[in-house]
């Protein structure tokens, strides 16, 4: 008895069609975020090694001692600037904005112009380590935590003045430096001008011990918080809705984030748009908006991209160009096309 053809087609469309399935399930789209998260702590792993160990030659001993010292400072600047730029995104509901777009690096600029214009370059050179360190750190934490208490302290006040009043200051302080740089002595306004560039390779490794403390306690903070970070990321209205404080939190949050990149950029200097390109393709590589996923891996691309990137200017194509004038580049870019695409939310 033979069959109709579309019975005896069916068989050969059902085997042909068999091989597509697990070819759909090896792609990226598909995996957990528990695998998305292995893969980059695997390609952060791989970044480190590399870092430690290409073009490495003689004593081994003497270079894993001197290269560790600055992986560990490039470790802590990638994760703090990646959490405080997730945190300031999820509070401000923007993610186009970044603390450092908000006027970090124009009062990082105004610190050093100042020592510089007060005190001469001869003392700003005496005050280099630890002293510099803890005035950089001090000043840009009390400014902040100021602005942060005034905006959501005794009365509730919109965020969106926050970015306003932020996009204010940040003009103001940079309008004051220009002015200063202008007014010292030409040799010395050199010395700023190069102290207003991130350096990624001539970090005082006596400042790693009270960086790793201050970095380290405001991570773990933020981690503590993650939960509530998912509740402000459906808005203030619906925070408060559940019975969250929104108030306190907030400050918190922005309290910690503060801490980070303050440290970060009296570390290295300032990094304008780093922590929007992590941030911004943690979103993109991630399915989950838990902030207990995002976090984890912002932090991870962040190491990924700064220390591979590092490792490739420094060992391979022998610092030709500085890394802060290509993370300039790219971020700009970054923001120029979100900018176009709106903000998301």
């Known amino acids: 008895m033979s069959l109709a053809p579309s019975q005896q087609r069916k068989p050969a469309q ?16 598909h995996l957990s975020d528990r695998t998305r998260l292995l893969i980059l702590g695997l390609l952060a792993l791989g970044a480190l090694v590399g870092y430690l ?3 490495s030659r003689g004593n081994w001993e003497f270079v894993l001692a001197f290269r560790t010292k600055t992986l560990i400072a490039l470790v802590l600047v990638a994760i703090s600037i990646a959490t405080s730029s997730v945190v300031f995104q999820t509070i401000t509901e923007n993610r186009i904005l970044t603390p450092q777009i908000m006027g970090f690096d124009s009062l990082y600029e105004l610190i050093q112009t100042s020592l510089v214009f007060v005190l001469g370059s001869t003392a700003v050179h005496r005050l280099a380590g630890m002293p510099r360190f803890g005035i950089e750190v001090a000043v840009m934490l009390v400014l902040s935590l100021a602005l942060f208490w005034w905006l959501f302290g005794a009365r509730r006040r ?15 302080f940079r309008s004051i430096s220009t002015f200063l740089q202008r007014v010292i002595d030409p040799n010395e306004s050199l010395i700023v001008t190069d102290r207003l560039f991130a350096s990624f390779t001539a970090i005082d490794e006596n400042l790693l011990p ?25 808005g203030p209205a619906l925070a408060v809705a559940v019975g969250l404080n929104y108030r306190v939190t907030v400050l918190s949050l922005l309290s910690l984030s503060a801490v980070q990149v303050a440290v970060a950029t009296a570390l290295v200097g300032p990094v304008l ?29 962040a190491i990924t991209l ?5 490792s490739l ?3 391979v194509l022998g610092l030709n160009t500085v890394l802060s004038v290509i993370i300039e580049f790219v971020g700009g870019l970054v923001f120029i096309g979100l900018l176009l695409k709106g903000p998301r939310k």
């Not at 009043?165 to 103001?172: A, K």
Request: proline share 4%; no cysteine.
């Open 14 to 29: 059902l085997v042909a069609r068999r091989p597509l399935g697990p070819r759909r399930s090896l792609r990226f789209s």
């Open 53 to 55: 160990v290409l073009n």
């Open 158 to 172: 919109d965020v969106v003045l926050l970015v306003l009043v932020g996009i204010v200051f940040g003009t103001f």
């Open 210 to 234: 009270l960086a790793v403390v201050l970095i380290a306690l405001s991570t773990g903070g933020l981690w503590l918080l993650r939960s509530r970070l998912d509740v402000i990321a459906l």
């Open 273 to 301: 748009f780093f922590g929007l390109i992590a941030s911004n393709l943690a979103y993109q590589l991630v399915k989950s908006p838990k902030h207990a996923v995002v976090l984890p891996a912002a932090s991870l691309v």
């Open 306 to 310: 700064l220390i591979g990137a590092q």
């Open 313 to 315: 200017l420094q060992h």
